[in-house]
């Protein structure tokens, strides 16, 4: 198994920074309008480009495009659905609601933050930064023809913020209003001490139609099909089984600089399975057209069926140059055996990752320490002068270990239970005050250790039975609960849990989100990604100087520091990354030769269908079947 290795949500956006702290606005200090934004100002494309360096201006348009889930947004599922609201804590939302709306701006895939005009041209940003006023795009339409003005934008932020789901409504914490003077002008106002990517986050969400709403509650989760206005409209479907989106092909924004060149798939369709096994054989019979391996046992040894030998399947490995993230098992800190570190820095010597990536993984994996791993924002060695100046203040407040090497996990001698690993979890169980009595550990007041994995996948259960074997020699009752996709999100959303894995993906420009991961806010609210309840001062003051940074290296300093913190805590089991994405394909496709750094495999707006390959594998398919 990859575990969960990038099939986890990236969430932008977040609360805000101190005051004292809010940086100069890096867009226009005079007020002029500009094309587009970025965290620091820098943009890569000037007010006349005519489409972004990576895309195919020669894609042809028509095909289908077909897979399984590989990532998520809210309330979505990898595994089932039950609704078409994907932007509400109720029901299990729809993979691939997203592409049937459009966003004031959308992200450019080579850089880091950068954002170009969609349904709005440009955006005007004043001295203070907390008024911005978008133009939108007069031509701009929902699927019905209706006109999208800036009176639908303002009913969509203002929505969201008030019964959106509750990670929404956390980012939108010092989004304060949005009004619609006239239907060509946005206004959108910030609180004083919004973070500096706030806008970035606001720029970058659904527009709904007010219209349409007026007549439906939007906190409903249904299967009616919302009016949108982006590239794809809901086509086909059958709940928990497949959802197909239709490209629109007259749709208003085809020839914008920034869509030029993107969402050329006729029919986007995605297939939903709950178990793993089961999916791969699906895509061998070619039920579906594109897979990316999570798996590592699968793509090791189970990718030499024929379609493979003979080419009509493809496999390749594309290089993963985003922030890796956290993964892990994330220890639910609310609950009483775990709030002392020294218990959850044993469960952490408890797992033997060596024998784990070798012999279930194929070695295929390599051990994530940091919650910005693959990136330059994880804190190597002692820290630097700047990363002094943000601790020392807080020198009495945190473990003497963040002035030194930062921690990092273990390393074994691979053989599955590591004596000296296990013998220095028994000493920090007992130095917690939990004894041996019987072969089981005891609490002081005689209650015994037990604590359960929650998964919601039984593809995970091989990785979990040496674990929980090596916390049975520690004396520690442990257990797997395999429960269905819809019971395990209620569980996740309500902290219904021991420990739970996660996949958190950072943003390459870290700001509001991390509140939503880490904050002690976070810590309490439903459906929040703050899965182990980390409610520390420091890292709150901490994630306040990475949002109020002026710079990208004041902004990496920060992070630094925050992340010798985090680590010092020990709230989660750190698992496995890999900085590659393993993709297998029925040779029916093209995509650009060099994909962008920060857009991942650029499935499916940057591919394309081919008919000459899809002809030959056809032609192929045929005479195998004779």
């Known amino acids: 198994m990859s575990g969960l290795s990038r099939r986890r949500v990236l969430v932008l956006g977040g609360t805000a920074a101190a005051a004292s702290l809010f940086p100069r606005p890096s867009f226009s200090d005079t007020g002029a309008e500009t094309h587009g934004m970025s965290a620091f100002g820098d943009l890569k494309y000037p007010k006349d480009f005519t489409h972004f360096d990576y895309v195919n201006l020669k894609a042809p348009k028509g095909g289908l495009f077909s897979t399984v889930p590989s990532s998520r947004i809210y309330n979505q599922s990898y595994q089932t659905f039950n609704s078409l609201n994907a932007y509400i804590l109720k029901g299990d939302g729809a993979i691939g609601m997203e592409q049937t709306f459009i966003s004031l701006m959308k992200s450019s895939g080579d850089e880091p933050d950068g954002m170009y005009g969609l349904a709005a041209s440009s955006v005007q940003i004043p001295p203070d930064g907390l008024t911005y006023r978008f133009k939108m795009r007069p031509e701009a339409r929902f699927h019905d023809g209706s006109k999208l003005t800036a009176a639908d934008a303002a009913f969509s932020l ?36 919004r973070a ?3 806008p970035l986050f606001v720029a970058g969400l659904p527009i709904f139609s007010k219209a ?29 089984r497949y959802i197909e989106f239709d490209r629109v092909a007259d749709w208003w924004a085809k020839d914008l600089p920034v869509n030029r060149g993107a969402y050329n798939f006729d029919t986007v369709r995605y297939e939903f399975y709950r178990d793993r096994d089961v999916a791969f054989e699906g895509f061998t019979a070619r039920s579906y057209l594109y897979r990316e391996e999570f798996t590592a046992r699968v793509w090791a040894t189970r990718y030499d069926f024929p379609a493979v030998q003979d080419g009509r399947v493809k496999r390749e490995t594309l290089p993963d140059n985003t922030p890796s993230g956290a993964q892990g098992w994330f220890i639910n800190t609310r609950r009483d055996q775990f709030k002392d570190v020294r218990i959850r820095e044993a469960l952490i010597y408890a797992f033997d990752f060596e024998w784990t990536n070798k012999n279930i993984m194929y070695g295929a994996y390599a051990r994530t320490a940091s919650p910005f791993q693959n990136s330059d924002l994880i804190a190597n060695g002692t820290p630097t002068p700047e990363e002094l100046q943000l601790l020392e203040p807080f020198r009495s407040k945190v473990p003497e270990e963040v002035f030194g090497l930062p921690f990092v996990p273990p390393v074994s001698d691979g053989s599955g239970q590591d004596r000296s690993m296990l013998r220095k979890a028994s000493q920090l169980l007992q130095a917690a005050g939990w004894a041996i009595k019987d072969g089981k550990r005891i609490s002081p007041d005689g209650k015994p250790f037990t604590l359960e994995f929650l998964v919601d996948e039984p593809a995970l259960q091989p990785h979990h039975a040496p674990y929980i074997k090596n916390l049975a020699a520690l004396g520690i009752e442990a257990s797997l609960r395999v429960v269905d996709p819809v019971q395990y ?7 219904d849990f021991d420990l739970a894995i996660e996949r958190f993906t950072m ?3 870290p700001g509001d989100a991390l509140r939503t991961f880490f904050s002690s806010q976070a810590a309490t609210v439903k459906g929040s990604y703050n899965l182990s309840g980390v409610a520390d001062p420091v890292l709150d003051a901490l994630i306040a100087k990475i949002i109020a940074a002026n710079s990208r290296d004041e902004m990496r300093i920060a992070c630094h520091a925050f992340d010798r913190v985090f680590r010092a805590g ?13 993709i297998a394909y029925w040779d029916v496709f093209g995509h ?9 495999v650029g499935v499916p707006d940057l591919w394309w269908s081919d008919s000459a390959k899809a002809t030959r594998t056809e032609q192929h398919q045929s005479g195998q079947a004779k």
């Not at 999100?489 to 902290?495: A, C, I, P, T």
């Open 570 to 582: 020990r709230y989660w089991v750190p698992q496995w990354y890999r900085n590659n994405h393993p």
């Open 489 to 495: 999100r209620s569980r996740r959303d309500d902290f």
């Open 196 to 198: 500096r990517d706030v």
């Open 507 to 509: 943003a390459s420009t």
């Open 158 to 193: 203002n929505i969201l913020k008030e019964k959106g789901h509750p990670i929404a409504q956390q980012q939108l914490r010092y989004f304060v209003k949005a009004d619609a003077p006239d239907d060509a002008t946005l206004v959108v106002t910030f609180a004083p001490d």
């Open 212 to 240: 349409y709403y007026g007549k439906k509650p939007f906190e409903e989760s249904t299967l009616d099909i919302p009016l949108g206005s982006g590239p794809y409209k809901v086509g086909r479907f059958e709940v928990n």
């Open 592 to 600: 650009p030769e060099r994909l962008p750094r920060y857009a991942g």
